[in-house]
Nanobody, 119 residues
Framework: QVQLVESGGDSVQAGGSLRLSCRAS????????MGWHRQTPGKQRELVAK???????MYADSVKGRFTISRAIAETVAYLQMNSLKPEDTANYYC?????????????WGRGTQVTVSS
């Protein structure tokens, strides 16, 4: 079982920056991906950014060039550096983890952290 705890959400003005953190605890054999997703009321959760165990990253088009995902492997912590924030970035941001435990696929979600960007 793995627990994910997000932190760093806050209220900022447009153009500002925030850094989200996601700390994973528990036992899992292999972590394949850690990622960040976001959701606003009435909308589906969408992928923001994802990082693989080999450091490969992928981003939603809406955040490319503004957000950077990174991971401290030894600490099993994933970060999302968000710059040049826009009001449309306002959402609850969720951390995710995909991996394998003794060969069996596993996936986990955190409870989310709120980001509010005002114009």
């Amino acid at each position: 079982q793995v627990q994910l705890v997000e932190s760093g959400g806050d209220s900022v003005q447009a153009g500002g920056s925030l850094r989200l953190s996601c700390r994973a605890s528990g036992i899992i054999s292999n972590i394949d991906f850690m990622g960040w997703h976001r959701q606003t009321p009435g909308k589906q959760r969408e992928l923001v950014a994802k990082i693989g165990s080999d450091g490969t990253t992928m981003y939603a088009d809406s955040v490319k060039g503004r957000f950077t995902i990174s991971r401290a492997i030894a600490e099993t912590v994933a970060y999302l550096q968000m710059n040049s924030l826009k009001p449309e970035d306002t959402a609850n941001y969720y951390c995710s983890l995909e991996g394998r435990h003794y060969g069996r696929p596993q996936s986990y979600w955190g409870r989310g952290t709120q980001v509010t960007v005002s114009s």
